[in-house]
């Protein structure tokens, strides 16, 4: 867990000021997650698992290979449709495909005053809530200079109010994707190491 934790400190100011994660676990955040985990009773465990009509494995194996693409892509010398390729598939794997399969169930399930909790909680609200619509329904491009995304969503509940334009600038964006790739790692090896 010691290089998700460097990974995830890089962002220790947004994590204390827009995930509210107090200064003393910023720097051992992975870890301090992964202990969380693994204080969950074997009956919440097997409720994270048995959720899940995809087996963890495989889940493991789909978080490796997105993975492995993003650093042979990294490698390449960048190009308008590689680069394109990884905003989709980044944002799809980081918000759509990990919010109902895992932040909901860890939201449900770890105590309210865990960093876990805390971490899903802001993955599961706006702007990142707003943001995980968008691209679950085809709302967004790239801003004008490509220094982030542009995007519309209902602030609440759809067709109960209109569709507001919003906006995520690169180094905003960047910091939602590691944290959420940081939950999953963290939880489906510790959950895998546990099981």
């Not at 955040?29 to 995809?54: F, H, K, M, R, W």
């Not at 495909?97 to 960093?115: G, I, R, V």
């Not at 909790?117 to 491009?141: D, E, T, Y």
Request: glycine share 2%; aromatic share 12%.
């Amino acid at each position: 867990m010691k290089h998700l934790d460097k990974q995830i400190s890089y962002w220790e100011h947004k994590l204390k000021s827009q995930v509210k994660i107090p200064a003393e676990y910023c720097g051992s955040l992975a870890s301090s997650i992964q202990n969380e985990i693994g204080s969950l009773t074997q009956n919440e465990i097997n409720s994270l698992i048995d959720y899940n009509p995809v087996d963890l494995k495989s889940r493991i194996e789909e978080l490796q290979a997105f993975q492995s693409m993003m650093d042979t892509f990294n490698q390449m010398k960048p190009r308008p449709e590689i680069v394109r390729t990884q905003v989709i598939t980044q944002n799809y794997i980081c918000f759509v495909y990990l919010k109902d399969t895992l932040f909901e169930l860890l939201k449900k399930t770890m105590p309210s005053d865990s960093l876990t909790n805390k971490c899903c909680k802001f993955l599961l609200n706006n702007p990142v809530r707003a943001f995980r619509n968008s691209i679950a329904h085809g709302n967004w491009k790239y801003k004008s200079d490509f220094s982030g995304l542009e995007f519309w969503a209902h602030k609440g509940v759809p067709n109960q109010e209109p569709m507001y334009k919003w906006e995520v600038h690169q180094d905003d964006l960047s910091f939602w994707q590691a944290l959420s790739r940081m939950i999953a790692y963290v939880t489906y090896l510790t959950i895998n190491k546990i099981k």
